[in-house]
């Protein structure tokens, strides 16, 4: 499975965007997709993911949507009013029955 992610970049606090991560390969491996995020000096995080239940972090709840277009194998992440301490490298991650699979980052830095 290869995963294409896409969307980051610089945006003022209050802003948004929206992150795409597009799956190809055998993706009937695929039982849910999500992202995790890794600001510097820290480890990576869980942001939001999507499978048999949707789950969010706490930072995030009310702020963020993960969406999923299972006919195009692709999940989104809109983010809205962003904060400073949103700016991270963000990951997209298939779930499957062992390891995850990894997209390559997209950054995302929020900032005036």
């Known amino acids: 499975v290869q995963l294409q992610a896409s969307g980051g970049g610089l945006v003022q606090p209050g802003g948004s965007l929206t992150l795409s991560c597009a799956a190809s390969g055998s993706v009937a491996s695929i039982s849910g997709m999500g992202w995790y995020r890794q600001a510097p000096g820290k480890q990576r995080e869980l942001v939001a993911i999507s499978g048999a239940a949707t789950l969010y972090a706490d930072s995030v709840k009310g702020r963020f949507t993960i969406l999923r277009d299972n006919a195009k194998n692709t999940i989104y992440l809109q983010m809205n009013n962003l904060r400073p301490d949103d700016t991270a490298v963000y990951y997209c991650?298939?779930?499957?029955?062992?390891?995850?699979?990894w997209g390559q980052g997209t950054q995302v830095t929020v900032s005036s």
């Open positions: 991650t298939a779930v499957r029955q062992g390891p995850n699979y």
